[in-house]
């Protein structure tokens, strides 16, 4: 099956007077497959708008080719099928229902079916109540719904979302990250760049985690949480001095060690007549993955030449 | 073409506050032609006319050459390009958008005009006639605008503008009238302001032929141009 986004080899380098360069993605490929949820992470600057605004098709790439729903990056057929959400949105100042029907029409929707479905998407974002009312005049909580509400209008096969919750409160992100899995139960892609990583953690298939430019990490959500050379060990019956590090709690005392010293612990915990309760391996949480990638040298960059 | 009508017809709506001052010299005259002896007054009023039809021009300059870096300063323009909008359909629909205001202001002045100036005897065909060539003129001076401000900012985009219709405006005056055809923006505006009483307006038909040709010229250089900017990025 032909990935739904595709980056080959992308370079963008951004261009000012005199003679400076800065490269914000640097030979930079990636695969997203159709019905995935896609997290997109890494720190202020590390390219991640920029790649998604390569994919839109606001900007072309320095070297490399992209692809987006089979069309190259830039075809405004492909759009068509697209939903996109940027960070910071901005919208014309207009009435909400009115103005998710105007974004509705440049995708060429129209009549009553345009109509309902400005009104379902606005449901949808719980902005129900206020579909009569002027966006000039919405908090940015609300107006990040809007946003979502027009990126869902034409029914996308692909939503593009930057920053989806970032100014949206612990309730309306609840609210989103069950509109993303029920978009994905619905056979939809979703490519989610995000500062919020518990947010990527729980809903994402697949991460990739961009810094300087390059990719440094991509695999599956799960397999990167487990990969970890840390053991936990809970035992009870034992002193909470005898481990390194261990932490008592009612008796119980949970340690841990790297994964080849483990049986060298059980053991320990037996002969000091203790007794086993679990062995599990760590999981890390992507923020440990995220702070591990970002926390490399700054000679990586692809730099300012 | 149905993007193309959205964005003319938003592009007309972001300015209606610019239109609206506008209308209130078009208010102006109204009320001096109900207030005067529109008769004994007359050549006054068509000095009003004349002024108030050449403050169009000048208008489409600035809605021209601001309207990609308003619309990215603000970052609406993702929000259209996000869409299956193209290039040249989004560069399209500014232009037109351009010509839909300055068009609302010349069919006000002309109704204005109409009234006011037929009332003193000037012919109203000719009020109407003039009008197109003031909407003709607008329509390039804006695509000229536009075409400046797909990689210049507004200001410069505007003085460069100034010094394009200008040339051919001097070479017409000192190295022949066959200039005067080359981006007409300032013989279809003299027409207007020689207008008068006795010769109400002598403008050809091929000035305004002219005018829009050279419009669909730099529309498709416009669009050509801006189909290599990268728009994404801060423009500050």
Known sequence: ?305 | MKPVLLIAINFAREQRWPIFVLLLWVLLLAFLGLVTDIRHDREDLLLLFKYVAVYAVVFSIFFGGSAIYNERRSRRIVSVLSKAVGRQQYLSGLVLGVTLACAIYCFALGMTGSWTLGEAGFPVSQVWFLMLCLVAACTLAGTVALTFSTFLNPFFAAGATAVVLGLPALASHTMGPQWAYVIPVWELALTVIRASFDSPGTASWFLIEQAVAQTVAFWLLSARIFSYVDIAVAVE
């Open chain 1, 1 to 305: 099956m032909a990935p739904v986004l595709e980056f080959e080899n992308v370079t963008k380098e951004y261009r000012s007077f005199p003679r400076r360069r800065l490269r914000a993605l640097d030979k930079f490929s990636l695969r997203v497959e159709a019905g995935e949820i896609f997290g997109f992470l890494g720190a202020n600057g590390a390219g991640k708008s920029t790649a998604i605004h390569l994919a839109m098709g606001f900007m072309r790439p320095t070297s490399g080719t992209g692809r987006l729903l089979g069309e190259p990056f830039g075809h405004a057929r492909a759009r068509r099928r697209v939903g996109f959400l940027a960070e910071n949105v901005a919208l014309y100042h207009r009435r909400a229902e009115r103005l998710v029907r105007f974004y509705g029409a440049l995708n060429g929707m129209g009549g009553s079916h345009l109509e309902k479905r400005a009104r379902h998407v606005l449901e949808m974002v719980g902005l129900q109540d206020d579909l009569k009312r002027n966006v000039g005049k919405f908090s940015r909580g609300m107006l990040q719904r809007v946003g979502l509400a027009q990126a869902l209008v034409n029914d996308p096969e692909l939503l593009i979302l930057d920053e989806p919750t970032s100014a949206l409160d612990p309730l309306a992100r609840v609210a989103v990250r069950e509109l993303l899995l029920r978009a994905r139960e619905a056979g939809k892609t979703i490519f989610l760049s995000s500062h919020l990583l518990s947010e990527v953690e729980l809903v994402c298939d697949r991460v990739a985690m961009l810094h300087h430019g390059r990719l440094v990490r991509l695999g599956r959500t799960a397999d990167l949480l487990q990969a970890s050379e840390q053991t936990e060990i809970v035992a009870r019956g034992i002193a909470v001095t005898c481990f390194a590090g261990a932490v008592a709690r009612d008796g119980i005392v949970s340690f841990s060690v790297s994964t080849s010293a483990q049986r060298a612990a059980m053991e320990q915990v037996w002969s000091l007549g203790g007794e086993i309760v679990s062995v599990s391996p760590l999981r890390r949480s992507l923020e440990d993955i995220f702070l591990e990638v970002t926390a490399g040298p700054q000679s990586t960059r692809g730099g300012v030449h």
